[in-house]
């Protein structure tokens, strides 16, 4: 069964940056299959980072230029390095499989961006 722990997530100032870490753990075919979400009070659970089937990283256009995705292979983990943080960007992130059928989900990491 694979569980996703997720954490780095914290209280920054706009303008901050934050890593978060998704550990992975239980038998999965790649991490390229690890996307990052995040939900936003009032608002449903986005995709924002995933790597495409050509093993390039795709953000949404809010995160495009600001966000950036890592993968350790040796550490079974994927990274979302978040820099030039928003009050917007303030949510739960979670990671999870970025299509097909999902893992069970993990409790999420909370980022807090102040202004």
């Known amino acids: 069964q694979v569980q996703l722990v997720e954490s780095g997530g914290g209280l920054v100032q706009a303008g901050g940056s934050l890593r978060l870490t998704c550990e992975v753990s239980?038998?999965?075919?790649?991490?390229?299959?690890i996307g990052w979400y995040r939900q936003i009070p009032g608002r449903s659970r986005e995709l924002v980072a995933r790597?495409?089937?050509?093993?390039?990283?795709i953000y949404v256009d809010d995160a495009r230029g600001r966000f950036a995705l890592f993968k350790d292979d040796t550490k079974n983990s994927v990274d979302l390095q978040m820099n030039n943080l928003r009050p917007e960007d303030t949510g739960v992130y979670y990671c999870?499989?970025?299509?097909?059928?999902?893992?069970?989900w993990g409790r999420g990491t909370q980022v807090t961006v102040s202004t």
């Open positions: 790597i495409s089937i050509l093993g390039d990283p």
């Open positions: 239980g038998s999965i075919s790649s991490l390229d299959e």
């Open positions: 999870n499989r970025n299509s097909g059928r999902l893992y069970s």
